[in-house]
């Protein structure tokens, strides 16, 4: 019997749980801009739950079932999914560097993209000419 009553609230707090934990707070809605752009958010979701429970015996002074449990739920955005004409990028939201190299990590895709773009600029030029 007692077994049964720590069970009963171990399932009311998972319940609650499923209840808080949403699967649109992970990947939200997407949103469309004006010239086309799809942005959608998300989100890093953290949770954590806790239950515990005492049976007290008849021969205690004051018999019974204790018990009790806790969840807590964190949804902290992570960044944006770009995506446009074909194709697709994270846009992440990260606090600004502290150093030079963190701000060169930081510019490295943007450098590459640029890069990529002036050599294809390029070689098409070169191919135009020979």
Do not use: C, H
């Not at 086309?36 to 239950?51: E, N």
């Amino acid at each position: 019997m007692a077994n049964q009553a720590v069970g009963d609230l171990m399932e009311g707090a998972m319940d609650k749980i499923r209840s808080m934990v949403d699967p649109n707070a992970v990947v939200g809605s997407p949103i469309t801009t004006l010239d086309g752009t799809t942005l959608i958010p998300i989100s890093r979701l953290t949770f954590g739950f806790a239950s515990g429970g005492s049976d007290k015996t008849a021969s205690s002074a004051k018999p019974g079932i204790w018990g009790g449990g806790g969840a807590a739920v964190k949804v902290e955005p992570v960044g944006f999914l770009l995506s446009k004409d074909g194709g697709a990028r994270m846009l992440a939201i990260q606090p600004p560097a502290f150093t030079a190299m963190d701000r060169l990590i930081d510019m490295a895709p943007d450098l590459l993209e640029k890069l990529e773009s002036y050599y294809a600029k390029y070689a098409k030029k070169d191919a135009a000419q020979g």
